[in-house]
């Protein structure tokens, strides 16, 4: 089952889709579609409370949760392919775009991470970092 559904986007994210759909040759509702389908499974280890909330207002469960999660393996596995292939023989456009989507949601995680690290620590529930 498929829904429509009418989305107002800013004119650089139109532009990178266009490009996309450019060096895909497919058209903007498979380009979104499947930008959407790879960012989704990295919500799904994390309940949305936790992901989208501000950290400091999270149940102690769920910022120990954020404190230690992970990108997802499959996810992780193809970012490790990519970069691996970019330095031996290079990228094609389509893999250059997939690369950079891997590594936004990798940082967004990290930053999240962080984020939840620094308040388990301040709530005691996890010991300093050392460094």
Known sequence: ????????????????AQRLCSATS???TTV???AL???????E???E???FSEIAQ????????LATGKMQETQNARLGELQAAGKATGLTEPERYELLALLQ?????????????????????????AG
């Open 105 to 129: 949601i990798y940082q967004l995680g990290q930053l999240r991470k962080s984020e939840a690290i620094a308040e388990a620590v301040k709530r005691d529930l996890l010991e300093p970092l």
């Open 45 to 47: 280890n994390f309940s």
């Open 49 to 51: 409370e936790a992901f």
């Open 26 to 28: 497919k058209d903007a």
């Open 32 to 34: 979104l579609t499947e």
């Open 37 to 43: 389908e790879q960012l989704w499974p990295t919500l």
């Open 1 to 16: 089952m498929t829904v429509e559904v009418t989305l107002q986007l800013s004119e650089g994210l139109v532009e990178e």
């Open 58 to 65: 999270l149940a102690d469960p769920d910022v120990l949760q």
